[in-house]
């Protein structure tokens, strides 16, 4: 029996700003219905590949499938309508702070549909309901935790029954009790509603306790592509080094630079 085609899919794609390269010649697949992890070293190119995914920044070269469509040639009509189709959760949040709760998950509703203001009203509840935070509807960003925070923009990257959704960073600065409800939402989430979902974390432990698939970014290059077993039990430098958490191996801490004799004008 044949899988699925991925629902988003990359193709020799490469992104840059200026005169830096950040993606160089990329190609990955999300699978339907699973929870890929995106992870790898910071700079890796985790955050730009979620902007090039959901449209915000083009890519150079090469294409960007979503459902078998290139994302990259797109008008913004057809933009627009592919958008509707994906959830983003930005990092720490990234709620409206001159807008209530309530508010925040109708937003998407505003600006994609013309439903009735009743029909919206209930919507916005259930979501907010999904998450456990049905009775803060009326409080306003400032009155809430970051881990509420953080489950108000889920509701509203799903509000729109999407069928992915990227989350960018939703552990960070998260306890302990807040990070396990958070994962388990996510997982519970995508689950329910049937969804796609990349997360990008570098919150290992929870993050692969929940994920399916596993992608590594290092210098905007895939570095691995499997299982989360697959992964752990590689024996390739860089990804053994970051599955362990290890200071040494093929991630430096310092980035690359001049020798620090000639950088500071001190001869032999």
């Known amino acids: 029996m044949l899988s699925s085609p991925p629902l988003v899919e990359l193709r ?12 160089h010649n990329l190609s990955l697949h999300i699978p339907r219905g699973k929870v890929t992890a995106l992870i790898g070293p910071m700079g890796g190119g985790k955050t730009t ?34 958008r509707r189709r994906m959830g983003m959760l930005f990092q720490f949040g990234a709620l409206f702070a001159d807008l209530s709760v309530f508010e925040n998950v109708a ?52 509000a729109l029954d999407p069928e992915l959704v990227m989350y960018d960073e939703p552990f960070s600065g998260l306890d302990p009790i807040s990070l396990r409800t958070a994962a388990r939402l996510v997982r519970e989430l995508n689950d329910s509603m049937g969804l796609t979902s990349i997360l990008v974390s570098h919150e290992l432990t929870q993050t692969l306790a929940i994920a399916d698939h596993v992608l590594i970014l290092d210098q905007g290059r895939l570095a691995f592509e499997g299982t989360v077993d697959e992964a752990r039990n590689s024996t390739a430098p860089l990804v053994y080094q970051y599955m362990n958490e290890r200071p040494d ?20």
């Open 12 to 23: 020799n794609l490469t992104f840059g700003y200026t005169e830096r390269t950040v993606l």
């Open 49 to 82: 590949t979620l902007r090039v995914i959901g449209g915000q920044l083009r890519a150079g070269s090469g294409e960007m499938l979503f459902d078998g469509q290139d994302v990259t040639p797109m008008d913004q009509h057809q933009l627009y309508a592919v």
């Open 107 to 158: 937003f998407p509703l505003r600006e994609h549909t013309n439903l009735p203001e009743s029909l919206i009203r209930d919507i916005v509840l259930m979501k907010l309901n999904a998450v456990g935070l049905r009775c803060a509807r009326n409080l306003m960003p400032s009155e809430v935790s970051g881990g509420m925070a953080r489950r108000i923009a889920t509701a509203r990257a799903i």
């Open 249 to 268: 191996g093929p991630v430096q801490f310092h980035y690359p630079a001049m020798p620090l004799q000639q950088d500071f004008g001190i001869t032999a």
